[in-house]
């Protein structure tokens, strides 16, 4: 049997009428990783011997007629800022090279405790700073699609491993992009839920205010239910929140879904277009109703981004000096020396940027003029999508301006890697949930890049875009 195509949902069914058992699934899928993710290096570690102990339990379970909870022996990556007890826990710098984290993200001990199988950590850019992977310390990661093209990032080991077949799914963090914007160039699905939807506990935080954690999978049906598992308020971080909302199907039908004119512009690939405007037609022959909006201060968003974003990341990387987890600094007499040495040697040049950058905005004399500032305009953003929610249920956009880059094609110019994330930075932003869904099924090896669009929504409305997602999948 071909273990390599299974979804989540296909998974429960084999497993539960005893097709297969999770240890002999977990098996192939490391021999898969054994033999072929040398060329894609979408692993920075794995976690073999757990994940066979956990793949048993999830088969005793079933043998004992145990209750099987919806990912009960479900293969799953998580990417390498996540903490995972007793493994090394780099978020792909070689300043946390030898840290081993001492507990568990709630997102792990979540997945722990509904018997998910964990396969182990997946490559990223360094801290989660990029949009190609190539920010990582250690190795870059290639698309399954075209190994001479990246596979977006900065969770792009997760969005790979996926496509790759490595894994049923896997997790990610999107500040600006990071789930949204691999997924569409992978082909595969990402979801970034509501800003505290998911509790941060254990994430190595980039930018407290935009940072959630969430699902990649080959479905949107896997989508909720990997995101059903992780979501909920926890008493560690006091910025998650338990929610209810459920829309019936017919309810679902009747959403009305908006075209931001400021997201449709010159600029988008040819590619991408066309695969947007694909999406539309199909979802007008589902009887969804369009109308055009608008979102005006769209422009800013990326500014503001890069003003808040690396402010917040000046401050949480101010906490690691390199003394304990990383050694390659060493005959230093003063501790100011060591300190300056382990951060310029141990951040790479991305990260440096960001820290300087940030420094230098929440710098006195300048906070004003561009922390405070960008702060006012992210709450003219959030506006935007307050009154554009009045008009419509769900905003409809790209997710990217193009298809898979080449490796190497962006990595002189950090302007235009920052523009892959322009059409996904507003969602963090406003705090809205957002997923990025393939316009079809892409098959590796096929010559076509993949293209993702993306549905935005209302807080806490997640159900909206799976709902008309699992429309548009089962077309
Ligand atoms: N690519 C964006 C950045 O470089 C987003 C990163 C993210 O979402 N973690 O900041």
């Given at each position: ?30 021999k ?8 894609i ?75 998910a199988?964990l ?5 990223m ?11 990582s ?37 999107d ?6 914007q ?28 935009l940072?959630?954690?969430g ?11 990997l ?41 988008i ?10 999406a ?13 909006i ?5 422009k ?10 690396p ?75 307050d ?47 957002a ?12 010559d ?28």
């Amino acid at each position: 049997m071909d273990f390599k195509n299974l979804t989540i949902k296909s998974f429960q069914e084999g497993f539960r009428l005893k097709e297969f058992s999770a240890l002999e699934v977990a098996e192939e899928l490391f021999k898969e990783i054994d033999a072929h993710d040398s060329e894609i290096g979408a692993f920075l570690s794995c976690t073999k011997d757990e994940a066979f102990l956990a793949a048993g339990k999830a088969d005793t379970l079933r043998a004992e007629g145990g209750e099987l909870g919806p990912l009960a022996g479900v293969p799953i990556a998580v990417k390498d800022n996540m903490l995972m007890a007793g493994h090394i826990t780099t978020a792909a710098s070689k300043l946390l090279e030898h840290y081993t984290a001492s507990y568990d993200a709630t997102v792990i001990s979540k997945l722990k405790s509904s018997n998910a199988v964990l396969l182990g950590k997946t490559n990223m850019d360094e801290f989660a700073m990029g949009s190609s992977t190539e920010n990582s310390a250690f190795h870059i990661t290639k698309n399954p699609h075209d190994p001479t093209r990246v596979p977006g990032g900065s969770s792009g080991g997760s969005a790979a491993a996926v496509a790759a077949g490595f894994t049923i799914a896997s997790l990610g963090s999107d500040t600006g992009g990071s789930i949204r914007q691999p997924a569409a160039l992978c082909g595969v699905v990402g979801m970034k839920p509501t800003y505290g939807a998911v509790s941060r506990f254990g994430l190595i935080a980039m930018a407290s205010s935009l940072d959630q954690i969430g699902p990649f999978t080959k479905t949107v049906e896997d989508s909720r239910i990997l995101f059903d598992v992780i979501r909920g308020r926890d008493v560690h971080d006091a910025t998650s929140t338990d929610f209810n909302y459920s829309p019936t199907e017919e309810e679902i039908k009747k959403l009305k879904i908006g075209i931001p004119k400021e997201y449709f512009v010159d600029g988008i690939a040819p590619d991408v277009s066309k695969g947007v405007t694909e999406a539309i037609e199909k979802l007008k022959r589902l009887g969804f109703s369009f109308k055009e909006i608008s979102l005006p201060h769209t422009k800013y968003a990326l500014s503001v981004y890069y003003i808040i974003m690396p402010a917040e990341v000046s401050t949480n990387l101010a906490r690691l000096d390199g003394i304990r987890y990383s050694r390659d600094v060493k005959d230093v007499k003063k501790l100011k020396e060591l300190y300056i040495k382990n951060r310029a040697h141990g951040f790479g040049a991305e990260t440096r940027r960001r820290v300087l950058l940030g420094t230098f905005v929440l710098s006195s004399g300048y906070y004003d003029a561009y922390y405070s500032k960008a702060q006012k305009v992210r709450r003219l953003i959030q506006e935007d999508f307050d009154n554009a929610f009045k008009e419509v249920d769900v905003i409809l956009s790209p997710v990217t301006p193009t298809s898979a880059f080449k490796i190497g094609e962006k990595t002189s110019d950090p302007l235009s890697m920052y523009l892959s994330d322009i059409f996904t930075i507003p969602a963090n932003l406003a705090g809205v949930p957002a997923i990025s869904i393939p316009v079809k099924k892409y098959g590796l090896g096929s010559d076509e890049l993949p293209v993702g669009f993306q549905l935005m929504g209302k807080h806490f409305h997640e159900e909206d875009l799976f709902g008309i997602g699992e429309l548009y999948e089962r077309e």
